[in-house]
């Protein structure tokens, strides 16, 4: 991401940020601990945000200390911020056929799930993962065995955690690029661990799938539907698309600056069956204040 100006840095806003019916937010830095996040997720104009809990390219374990995490909910509180998202790190790969590698992306996820427990968040996001060296059936077995091995004994449904799988572009190896391959996850996991599904709409539109045209739209919902089933899928990711329908090139663009456009995103925010949903933009800041752009690009949509 570009160097963005801090929105910290800056005067808080004068009045609360306009709201709307739906629960709108950002991925959000977490710069200087990740308690800031809430504080900047609110000048931003939201009411839902996303973070990394650590460093997310890096394995270092990171450490969080009591206070931030108290600091953290009495901000979401202060500010109605909810739910708290967090997205797993990018190295985590679950169905990794490396034996050394898994284990290593097992105790990662498991300092994921930890973390987000102490931070009270509600959901976890994590990418199936790639299966390379291995078949598609024996990643989706794996991730699902991984998931369970890593939460194991943590307490998620005590602590109001759910883990999110979220579909992917289904690039080469990587698992996800069907909501069928999101469901076996989640077929597997259920029961032993609290599981549902994030849909990134970029993610969805170079996969293949027709979210663009209206009819298009209606059909790919009931195949979300028929499959994950839209009940178990309470945060979307919106992004808009630099690459072609089908392209499986994973490049966010802001809303309604890319292939999809934004009536897609109007439909999707207004469809009352997705009334219960969290609406998160991981769009890129290319200037300054893109990303209270995108936000009220969203927000702009609800009708
Ligand atoms: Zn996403
Ligand atoms: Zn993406």
């Known amino acids: 991401m570009a160097h963005a100006q801090d929105i910290l ?4 806003p004068r009045r609360p940020p306009k709201l709307t019916s739906r629960r709108i937010g950002i991925h959000t830095s977490s710069a200087g ?4 996040a809430a504080e900047r997720a609110y000048r931003l104009g939201c009411n ?17 200390a009591r206070p931030q995490c108290e ?3 009495r901000l979401r509180e202060k500010y109605d911020l909810k739910p708290l998202v967090i997205h797993t790190n990018y190295l985590v790969n679950l169905a990794s056929t490396t034996e050394t590698f898994l284990k290593k992306s097992i ?3 498991r300092g994921e799930i930890e973390r987000a427990l102490m931070l009270c968040a509600d959901y976890l996001v994590l ?15 794996q991730t699902a065995a991984a998931i369970s091995a890593a939460s194991h ?9 759910m883990i999110l799988i979220e579909n992917t572009a289904g690039a080469e190896f990587s698992l996800g690029g069907s909501f069928e391959q999101v469901a076996e996850v989640i077929e597997h996991v259920r029961g032993q661990v609290p599981v549902g599904a994030c849909i990134d709409t970029c993610h969805t539109h170079v996969a293949g799938y027709d979210i663009v045209s209206e009819q298009g739209f209606l059909d790919t919902l009931a195949q979300l539907d028929a499959t994950i089933g839209l009940k178990n899928v ?8 630099k690459a072609a329908r089908g392209s499986k090139l994973d490049r966010h663009q802001h809303i309604g600056k890319g292939t999809i456009g934004l009536e897609p995103f109007r439909r999707l925010l207004n469809d009352p069956r997705l009334a219960h949903c969290a609406f998160i933009a991981e769009t890129p800041i290319d200037e300054p204040g893109d990303d209270r752009r995108n936000v009220a690009a969203l927000k702009k949509l609800v009708g």
């Open 127 to 141: 990418h199936p993962g790639s299966f390379k060296g291995a078949n598609r059936e024996k990643g989706l077995l």
């Open 33 to 36: 601990g990740v308690e800031n």
């Open 71 to 73: 600091q953290m909910l």
């Open 234 to 241: 309470p945060v979307w990711h919106c992004n808009d698309a």
């Open 153 to 161: 004994g943590l307490g998620l449904a005590k602590g109001g955690l």
């Open 9 to 12: 840095k800056s005067p808080p």
């Open 107 to 109: 105790e990662a996820f």
């Open 48 to 64: 839902t945000f996303q973070i990394f809990s650590s460093s997310p390219r890096q394995w270092a374990p990171y450490e969080l």
